[in-house]
Nanobody
C-alpha cells in the first residue's frame, strides 16, 4: 500500500507559477513510476505528465509540455509538479498517482491515488 498526499495548490494569476508536491508513505516511492492528472468540474480526468522510477524519463501532455515539469526526490519520497506560465484553462483538481509500470499516461494503469489539490488560475 502507498499513501499519497498532495500539497501546494492555491489561487494564482494567469502567467504565474505554482509547485505541487506529492508525498508518499507506506512504500518506497522509487518502486513506482509517478503520474500527475487533473480534473476540472464537468470534465473528464486528464493526463498531465509522468516520470519514471529513476526520474530520468518524463512525458507530458501536449497542453502542458514546455510549461510544466515533473521531478522527484526518491530520498524524500516526494514527487513535484512545477507549473509555469499558468493559464485559466489549467484550473483543476490535481492528483498524483503511482504505477508499477515503467511509465504510463493512462489513468487505469495507476494503482494508488492521492486526494488531490485544487489549482485555480485567474484571468
Amino acid at each position: 500500500q502507498v499513501q499519497l498526499v498532495e500539497s501546494g495548490g492555491g489561487l494564482v494569476q494567469g502567467g504565474g507559477s505554482l509547485r505541487l508536491s506529492c508525498a508518499a508513505s507506506g512504500r518506497t516511492l522509487s518502486d513506482y513510476a509517478m503520474g500527475w492528472f487533473r480534473q476540472a468540474p464537468g470534465k473528464e480526468r486528464e493526463f498531465v505528465g509522468t516520470i519514471t522510477r529513476s526520474g530520468e524519463g518524463t512525458y507530458y501532455a501536449d497542453s502542458v509540455r514546455g510549461r510544466f515539469t515533473i521531478s522527484r526526490d526518491n530520498a524524500k519520497n516526494t514527487v513535484y509538479l512545477q507549473m509555469n506560465s499558468l493559464k485559466p484553462e489549467d484550473t483543476a483538481n490535481y492528483s498524483c498517482a503511482a504505477t508499477r509500470r515503467v511509465i504510463s499516461s493512462r489513468a487505469f494503469e495507476y494503482d494508488y491515488w492521492g486526494q488531490g489539490t485544487q489549482v485555480t488560475v485567474s484571468s
